[in-house]
C-alpha cells in the first residue's frame, strides 16, 4: 500500500510565501511530509554554486527531493542539462516538464537524451485548457512521437479545467504515466478554477488514487494547493489526510 507519509511529496509552490530552504523544509514536515516537488520559487536551478550545499541541506534534514518543475524546456542545453546534473544529486528521479511550442520538436530529443544520459523520467504537466500540452488529443500525439522516458505528470485540476476527467487520463495513459499533481478545483461560472481540499470539489479522490497508483512506471506523487498563501499548512494537512483516507478506502 502506497505510504502517504513516507511517499506523497508537496509541490513547494504551496509555501510560496516562505521564500527559504529552511522555510521550505519546516513546512513540509509541519504537514507530515519528507518528499518535495521543488519549483524555482524556492530555487535556482541555473545556479550550479548552489546545487551541492541545498542537496546537503535537504538531506540532512530528512526531506527528499522527489522530482523538481514544472521546467520549461526550449532546447536550451547548457541551461536545461544542469537541471538534469541537480536532479541526479539530489537524489530525484522524475522532472515535471512543460514544452515551448516553437521549440519542438527539437527539445523534446535534447530533453529525452538528456533524460536517457542522466537517468531520469519527464513526466508533462498539463496546465488546463489554455496551454497547448494541456489536453488528452495533444498528448496522446506527444507521446506516440516520443520515447519512453517521456511521459505524463497529470495534474487533476487542470485536466478537469479543460472539460476533461482525470479519471479517464489516469486509465488511457497508465503506461506512461510519471507522475501526479493531486489538485481538486471548483468552479465558478466563469469557469475559472479555485483551489479546494482534495476529495471536497469536483475530484474524485479515491477513485483516482487507486487508478494513478495502478500505474507501472509511477515515480512522484505530490500533493498540491495553492489556497491560503500565507498560511496553507492547515488545509494541506486536511489534504494529507484526505489522500490517506482514499488509499485506505
Not at 502517504?4 to 510560496?16: G, I, M, N, P, T
Not at 546537503?56 to 536545461?80: M, P, T, W
Request: proline share 3%; with cysteine; hydrophobic share 40%.
Amino acid at each position: 500500500m502506497f505510504d502517504v507519509a513516507k511517499e506523497l511529496a508537496v509541490q513547494s509552490y504551496c509555501f510560496r510565501h516562505f521564500k527559504t530552504i529552511d522555510g521550505l523544509i519546516a513546512q513540509t514536515k509541519e504537514i507530515g511530509l519528507s518528499r518535495v516537488e521543488l519549483c524555482e520559487v524556492h530555487f535556482d536551478f541555473n545556479n550550479e554554486a548552489i546545487f551541492e550545499p541545498t542537496a546537503e541541506q535537504f538531506k540532512k534534514a530528512g526531506v527528499q527531493v522527489s522530482s523538481i518543475g514544472v521546467q520549461g524546456f526550449k532546447g536550451d542545453l547548457i541551461n536545461e542539462e544542469k537541471w538534469f546534473r541537480f536532479c541526479k544529486l539530489a537524489g530525484a528521479k522524475m522532472i515535471s516538464a512543460s514544452f515551448n511550442i516553437n521549440s519542438v520538436p527539437v527539445s523534446y530529443k535534447l530533453a529525452e537524451a538528456l533524460a536517457e544520459k542522466y537517468d531520469l523520467v519527464l513526466g508533462i504537466h498539463n496546465h488546463g485548457g489554455y496551454a497547448w500540452m494541456g489536453n488528452s488529443t495533444m498528448l496522446d500525439y506527444v507521446l506516440r512521437n516520443t520515447g519512453p522516458r517521456m511521459g505524463l505528470c497529470i495534474d487533476s485540476a487542470w485536466c478537469m479545467h479543460a472539460g476533461e476527467d482525470p479519471l479517464k487520463w489516469a486509465e488511457r495513459f497508465n503506461e506512461r504515466l510519471f507522475g501526479v499533481h493531486v489538485k481538486d478545483f471548483v468552479f465558478d461560472r466563469a469557469g475559472k478554477g479555485e483551489d479546494v481540499v482534495v476529495g471536497t470539489g469536483n475530484l474524485k479522490l479515491p477513485e483516482f488514487m487507486k487508478l494513478v497508483l495502478k500505474a507501472p512506471k509511477l515515480t512522484a506523487v505530490m500533493l498540491e494547493y495553492e489556497g491560503d498563501r500565507e498560511n496553507p499548512g492547515p488545509k494541506l494537512r486536511e489534504c494529507v489526510a484526505k489522500i490517506k483516507e482514499a488509499v485506505a478506502s
